[in-house]
Nanobody, 124 residues
């Protein structure tokens, strides 16, 4: 079973930046797409961004558009989420995910593989 491992979370002041990474445990794992989701305390998990692995096309939630950038490194089999101009409302546990099918979904039901999550806390 493929495992996804996130890293890069932490505590940052409002206006600051963080870069999250997500690496697959198997180097041959090459999903159709990779996504990032987040879950704030007391809220449902929500879509953040997704990238199609082969051609790099992307889609973002309106709440992060213009501030966050999703990218991938084929050689490292890693997906990144660069988060700039962070706000306190971005505080959440961030998860990366991958579908087993050929989907570039924005709903969590479209994903089969999930990481354990990494905490991002933005102080005001």
């Amino acid at each position: 079973q493929v495992q996804l491992v996130e890293s890069g979370g932490g505590l940052v002041q409002a206006g600051g930046s963080l870069r999250l990474s997500c690496a697959a445990s198997e180097r041959t794992f090459r999903p159709y797409a990779m996504g990032w989701f987040r879950q704030a305390p007391g809220k449902e998990r929500e879509f953040v961004a997704v990238i199609r692995w082969s051609i790099g096309s992307t889609s973002y939630a309106d709440s992060v558009k213009g501030r966050f950038t999703i990218s991938r490194d084929n050689a490292k089999n890693t997906v990144y989420l660069q988060m700039n101009s962070l706000k306190p409302e971005d505080t959440a546990v961030y998860y990366c995910a991958a579908p087993s099918g050929r989907f570039m979904a924005t709903a969590e039901g479209g994903y089969d593989y999930w990481g354990q999550g990494t905490q991002v806390t933005v102080s005001s």
